[in-house]
């Protein structure tokens, strides 16, 4: 079935979602993240692409969870039908690299959806925000796990608590962006860091993904050791030949992701 809620186009080995839902400043439903949970599947299995872009609109890159939606629910609702893990977490288990390219709004699950991607590019008018206090309520898809571990505690619990959004420069400060760019160049950017992943080994790539989050997951002892069984690993592959030899040989590497 085609997709209502969201955008999904390619360029090159590049996957690009954009959520679209622009009147509602891409409030996030249960049809839209489940829109979006078939087309980050369908990429991570698609041999033609490296990386995947996901992005809003200029105004929001998604301002929440869907507030209407929500409203009435009870504890039995949410508990039984597991409101969030049910169609929230498939995007942690895609393997490719998923780039978050935020303009505008990024709050509540809004926030909590970019920092579930691997990296975030954001434009100058990029906010982001834990919102969820001034509605009764708290993050509750790992606002209150991930954004510690991206920003610290201090500020961390200085946005949980009050509930006010910050910049993109202040984001950029605190670690939880890697670049800031202008809203015009906010795709390009993010195209370009996305091609460039797509063009190196899949395996690698992948690999590389996995390592990283491990430094957020677990123990510092477990994470290197994880790092160094894929680090030997890599030397298993046709791309790690290739590469070195690419390099040796002053030309450029032709990976076959194998
Ligand atoms: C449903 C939303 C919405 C949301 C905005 N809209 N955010 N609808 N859910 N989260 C709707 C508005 O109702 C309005 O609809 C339209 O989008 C435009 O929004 P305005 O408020 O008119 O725009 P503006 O004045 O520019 O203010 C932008 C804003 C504000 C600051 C982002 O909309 C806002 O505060 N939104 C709520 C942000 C929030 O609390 N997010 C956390 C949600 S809880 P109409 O029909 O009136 O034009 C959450 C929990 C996550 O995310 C738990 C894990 C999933």
Redesign the pocket.
């Known amino acids: 079935t085609t997709p209502e809620l969201i955008l999904v186009r390619t360029e090159g080995r590049v996957g690009i979602i954009t959520l679209n839902r622009p ?3 891409n ?2 439903n249960d049809q839209l993240m489940n829109e979006l949970g078939a087309a980050l599947k369908a990429f991570d299995a698609d041999d033609g692409i490296g990386c995947i872009i996901l992005t809003g609109s200029e ?2 890159f ?9 409203a009435t629910y009870t504890f039995a609702d949410v508990y039984k039908g597991d ?2 893990t049910r169609n ?1 977490e498939t995007i942690r288990s895609i393997r490719k690299p998923i780039i978050a390219a935020v303009s505008g ?1 990024a ?6 959806l970019a920092m579930m991607c691997d990296f975030i590019i954001a434009a100058d008018n990029a ?1 982001f ?4 206090i ?2 009764g ?1 708290i ?3 790992g ?1 209150t796990q991930r954004l510690p571990r991206a920003v610290g505690k201090s500020k961390a619990m200085d946005l949980a608590l009050t ?1 006010r ?1 910050m910049d993109a420069t202040e984001a950029e400060r605190a670690g939880l962006v890697s670049r800031v760019v202008p809203l015009d160049k906010l795709m390009d950017e993010a195209l370009g860091a996305a091609l460039t992943i797509a063009g190196f080994s899949q395996v690698a790539v992948m690999a590389a993904k996995e390592a990283v989050n491990k430094a957020f997951e677990g123990t510092l002892a477990d994470g290197v050791m994880f790092e160094r069984r894929l680090f030997h690993a890599l030397f298993a592959t046709a791309d790690q030949k290739e590469g070195m030899a690419a390099f040796l040989e002053k030309r450029a590497p032709n990976f076959t992701h194998q």
Do not use: R, S, T, V
């Open positions: 009147k509602q400043l409030a996030l105004k929001a998604a301002a929440g969870a869907d507030i209407g939606a929500m409101y969030i929230w709004f709050l509540g699950g809004g926030c909590e906010k925000g834990q919102p969820e001034k509605l309520i993050p509750g898809a606002g509930g959004m």
